[in-house]
């Protein structure tokens, strides 16, 4: 084989992660283009991510930073995080525009909706997180200890833990995409997913117990709504797949 054959059956791929190369460099553009124009409100992006803890504490409490930097680097760290969830939908949009040469029209057709779904399916979990589960779990934490106890939280442990809980409610809520593209890859049929229903159950429970901190109320406020997305992924796919038939 000459070396132009061989040229010509590497050139593809190199072109290709050279388009791949180039839409990362995009990505981390954009992402650092959105933390500058945030950093400056760094702290007043702290504040709010913590009021929830905050409206909980006993009065003349506050939160305390236990290091040095703590103080700079735990807003920094947040600000960062949120200017990559900002450029969430351009960061999709980069990988999507590299793989669609390779997906047919119907694929394509079906990949954008399911794209934009994605996207707003992670913002509801952060939302529904931030709304709905802090003020439980804040509000049930700071009235079970010690009477002897005041409550003063590490700046840096708590944005540790609402990252934890954004990251894994946010991925929860992706559930239903997920099942709507097993059924239509055809790895299992609708039946077959629905008849799996006690094993997702448990599951949903295990994953719970893995991804949030180990307490019994956010195991059950994330392990509930996982269940709850996997039916309306399963009731969606049993239509799209009806749609496709």
């Keep these: ?6 040229q010509d059956q590497e050139m593809p791929l190199v072109q290709h992660l050279t388009e791949l190369r180039d839409r990362m460099l995009r990505i981390l553009l954009f992402v650092l283009l959105v933390f ?19 409206r909980y504490l006993p009065e003349n409490s506050t939160m305390i930073a236990t290091e040095v ?14 200017a990559f969830f900002v450029s969430m939908p351009f960061v999709l949009f980069q990988f999507w525009r590299f793989i669609a040469p390779a997906l047919y029209q119907r694929e394509r057709r079906l990949a954008l ?4 779904s994605s996207i707003l399916l992670f913002y509801a ?13 804040f509000g049930f934490f700071t009235s079970v200890g010690p009477s002897n106890v005041t409550v003063m939280t590490d700046i ?20 239903p995409i997920a099942a709507i593209l ?11 997913l629905a008849r799996k229903r006690p094993y997702v159950v448990v599951g949903c429970f295990v994953l719970g117990m893995l991804l949030t901190p180990p307490d019994v109320i956010s195991q059950t406020l994330l392990a509930l709504p996982m269940w709850l997305l996997f039916e309306t992924g399963l009731l969606f796919g049993r239509l799209l797949a009806r749609g496709r038939g």
């Design 156 to 175: 840096n442990s708590y944005l540790n833990f609402v990252l934890k809980l954004f990251f894994a409610f946010g991925l929860a809520f992706e559930i």
């Design 69 to 82: 930097a703590s103080p700079f680097l735990t807003p920094f760290k947040l600000t960062f995080i949120l």
């Design 125 to 137: 979990g952060i939302a529904f997180a931030y709304y709905v589960v802090f003020p439980i779990i």
């Design 36 to 54: 500058c124009g945030l950093f400056y409100f760094a702290n007043d992006i702290y504040t709010y991510v913590s009021e929830p803890l905050q």
């Design 1 to 6: 084989m000459t070396d132009d054959n061989i």
């Design 113 to 116: 909706p399911l794209l934009f």
């Design 182 to 192: 097993l059924i239509l890859a055809g790895v299992v049929s609708p039946d077959a």
